[in-house]
């Protein structure tokens, strides 16, 4: 059923994709907010309770749900819903336009636009960037959301599946990483009770915890449909120097396994989701970038079938397994 669910799911995005302001995400972001403003009094303890009531909460009850269905109603609603929920936590379309946009004001000639919309999607001056730069930091966007969009959910889905508890893992993926992004120290969501330094630790903690082995295995996805000797060696690289990065390790993965040289603010410990007082690392120049090409234009084609050639993998992996399950 896992198979079926995430085929579904992803071939619904594709043809009808999530608007970007929609009642889900709103409800999010109002959990999140009264649950800091009620749980969260600045005490460690409290942290985590806010934490678990913020991201694990929302899990146990698509749990509870996708019981329901499966024992009362038959495994066809359950399939159901597990394809709603994952059409909602899973897809590339959720961020897949921007990269898009970007990619055909560069192969046009049209560097000021590039920089708008990259301005636009990351809310980041880009007004000053070179070409190249333009296409590292697309780069390195793109993945990264990939990863979190596609292949992480995809991970913890498939695991809490394989144990009978339907879609939670995909929610708990994507709400851990959302409480750590919302009540991160760089977030920028203005209110009136922001969240104290426990609550952003609590977060942050978590997420790298849970994040850990879905990077891994992307890291390793890109690794085996790229160039895998120089992806495992860019892989080691990093982790030795940055243990607790988890973004690091997909991105030095993806470096060697196209040959590409990436770096700077999204190839180090990265300050928005670590918690306080971990060490964050040196800024990292070009000397301490990955080795490889100077990015260009072509890299962005590259990464694109890096991404789909790995998706790809992984369906084939779940239906072999499905098809074991079935004959077993």
Not at 15 to 26: D, F, M, T, V
Request: aromatic share 10%.
């Amino acid at each position: 059923m896992s198979f079926f669910a995430i085929l579904f799911a992803l071939l619904i995005e594709q043809a009808r994709p999530l608007a970007r302001s929609n009642p889900i995400h709103a409800g999010l972001r109002a959990w999140a907010l009264s649950v800091c403003r009620s749980f969260d009094t600045g005490q460690s303890p409290h942290g985590w309770v806010a934490w678990g009531l913020a991201a694990v909460v929302p899990p146990l009850a698509v749990l509870a749900v996708h019981w329901a269905l499966l024992h009362w109603l038959g495994w066809p609603l359950a399939l159901a819903w597990s394809v709603a929920v994952l059409y909602i936590t899973l897809g590339f379309r959720q961020f897949s336009h921007h990269f898009t946009a970007i990619r055909d004001a560069l192969e046009v000639g049209d560097a000021a636009e590039a920089r708008t919309r990259l301005a636009q999607w990351k809310q980041v001056d880009a007004s000053e960037l070179p070409r190249s730069e333009i296409v590292r930091h697309v780069i390195e966007y793109s993945v990264i959301a990939a990863h979190r969009h596609v292949f992480g959910v995809l991970a913890w889905y498939s695991i809490f599946a394989a144990l009978g508890l339907g879609p939670t893992g995909a929610v708990l993926y994507r709400l851990a990483e959302f409480v750590a992004r919302y009540w991160g120290p760089h977030s920028r969501v203005v209110t009136a009770h922001p969240p104290s330094e426990s609550l952003q630790r609590a977060s942050a903690r978590a997420w790298m915890a849970i994040d850990w082995l879905p990077a891994r295995l992307t890291a390793l996805s890109f690794a085996v449909v790229g160039s895998f000797e120089e992806a495992i060696e860019g892989w080691r690289f990093h982790a030795q120097r940055f243990p607790n990065d988890n973004d690091g390790v997909v991105l030095a993965a993806t470096a060697g396994a196209i040959n590409v040289r990436l770096g700077g603010e999204a190839l180090r410990s990265r300050a928005d989701v670590l918690p306080p007082g971990f060490e964050a690392g040196a800024d990292i120049g070009d000397s301490d970038s990955t080795p490889g090409r100077e990015p260009d234009v072509g890299h962005l084609r590259s990464v694109v079938g890096l991404v789909w050639r790995s998706v790809v993998v992984w369906m084939l992996l779940l239906a072999l397994l499905t098809l074991a399950r079935l004959l077993g």
